[in-house]
């Protein structure tokens, strides 16, 4: 009796046991299970987050975009602006605006078909379609007004997307959570059974994808707010410089407008100015183009044979004021692009009268496969820091002597114009004189003896 008593209490006991394995074994499966869940959770917001921050980015840029090609376009009807200038814009729009239309269908996808997001989204894309219709067609007037009246669209656009980042966000870190609770428990009761290795790696893989998932995410969106602000700053600060000229030229011309040319002599002194300013803002305007341009791979050049001593020696002629400015003549030929080489000529004459100091020479050498041209003048230079940036598109460095009072343009665009011509600009500081040599091949490439490099100018 005793006997089946204990085989009775030991069948229940390995019943108990076993049953109370089963659960354990349920509960570990249902923990594997929450914690595969999460994990898949924490992806899918993680992508959902994601799908937010581009159609953020592509929202603000689509904006950007259509400023731009609309400011471009009103420009070339007033005859300040380049139509190939225009149309590259245009085409920016349009690629901004398909880029945005793409962005909203894959956040739509991973938002459950959001009909509420999905008609403030269809509008933006909608508007933003109309305004390049409108420039498409020439129609200014109705782009522009198109662009101002819908503006409140992106801007819905921006609040309700920036809602579902942030709950994005928020199931992001409340996932986190709960899984680093069920972790401990799983990890317990995994030990009981099975090696805990096994969780510990699953889980690993699982928040490592997660945080690659993330840092990947603040890439992108740090990559796009950088060209965001970038175009921000240059069209605050191509605004401020153009407007300065130009209104001295409204200014002055409206003063002759009213008082007619009463005083000849003051007449002539109000022309010189408007004149000055108005080649100032060309020379600005051709920079901008030249580094347009550049970016989009459209500048074109016409090189040829010619003699760099003419060029330098007709420019300096033409100039107002060359009285402290020595040109050491010597028979100096090279294949370049005439007006091109006069665009560089005239930023760095330029940028040695006003930044330099009070003497200007010019000279010049040639060699078997390249022609140099110096531009130097006696003044300060430039700070040994910022050398490394000196050629770089819009440095601007508000103290220094060289760059004071530029959009940092001038010295970019000439070097990308030699460039372009298969030569170079190199910066120079010996025995107190600012140099800039201008390095340009003699003659067609397939024409030289042998490939050389630039070589520095003794």
Not at 360 to 374: C, H, N, P, R
Not at 380 to 408: K, M, N
Request: charged share 20%; net charge negative.
């Amino acid at each position: 009796m005793n006997h089946m008593t204990r085989r009775i209490a030991v069948s229940r006991n390995a019943m108990i046991g076993g049953a109370i394995g089963a659960l354990i074994a349920l509960a570990v499966g249902a923990l594997l299970l929450a914690n595969s869940f999460m994990a898949r959770q924490v992806g899918d917001d993680a992508i959902r987050l994601g799908r937010a921050q581009d159609v953020l980015a592509a929202n603000d840029l689509t904006v950007l975009a259509l400023s731009q090609a609309l400011l471009l376009s009103e420009d070339v009807l007033l005859g300040v602006a380049d139509r190939d200038t225009a149309r590259t814009a245009l085409a920016e729009a349009h690629r901004r605006v398909d880029k945005l239309e793409s962005a909203s269908q894959e956040l739509l996808v991973v938002g459950n078909q959001d009909p509420s997001l999905a008609a403030i989204l269809k509008a933006a894309t909608d508007h933003a379609s109309s305004v390049v219709q409108h420039l498409d067609s020439d129609d200014v007037g109705a782009a522009g007004e198109s662009l101002t009246t819908g503006l409140a669209r992106f801007e819905a656009v921006r609040d309700r997307v920036t809602a579902v980042r942030n709950e994005a966000q928020a199931s992001i870190d409340a996932s986190s959570g709960i899984t680093g609770q069920s972790g401990s428990t799983t990890a317990f009761l995994i030990a009981l059974l099975i090696p805990a290795l096994a969780i510990v790696g699953y889980r690993w893989i699982a928040q490592n994808q997660v945080r690659v998932a993330e840092v990947e995410l603040d890439a992108r969106l740090e990559a796009e707010q950088e060209i965001t602000r970038s175009k921000d700053e240059f069209i605050a600060n191509v605004s401020h410089e153009l407007r300065t000229p130009l209104t001295s030229i409204f200014g002055l011309s409206e003063l002759l407008l009213e008082e007619g040319l009463v005083d000849p002599e003051v007449s002539t002194d109000l022309l010189t100015v408007i004149n000055k300013e108005a080649i100032e803002l060309t020379r600005m305007v051709e920079d901008i183009l030249v580094l347009a341009r550049s970016e989009g791979n459209s500048l074109t050049f016409h090189p040829e044979i010619c003699s760099l001593t003419e060029e330098v020696a007709e420019y300096v002629a033409s100039l107002p004021d060359s009285s402290n400015i020595t040109f050491e003549r010597s028979e100096l030929t090279g294949w370049f692009d005439r007006p091109r080489f006069r665009h560089v000529l005239r930023n760095l004459i330029s940028n040695a009268q006003r930044h330099g100091g009070d003497e200007i020479e010019i000279f010049g050498s040639i060699s078997l496969d390249q022609v140099s041209l110096v531009i130097a003048d006696n003044g300060d230079g430039i700070a040994d820091a910022d050398v490394a940036r000196l050629f770089s598109a819009y440095f601007h460095q508000g103290e220094a002597p060289l760059t004071q009072g530029t959009l940092g343009m001038g010295l970019a665009a000439a070097r990308e114009l030699a460039l372009g011509m298969n030569g170079d600009i190199r910066y120079d500081r010996t025995d107190g004189w600012t140099r800039f040599i201008v390095i340009l091949p003699v003659r067609p490439a397939d024409e030289l003896p042998t490939p050389t490099t630039l070589s520095d100018v003794a």
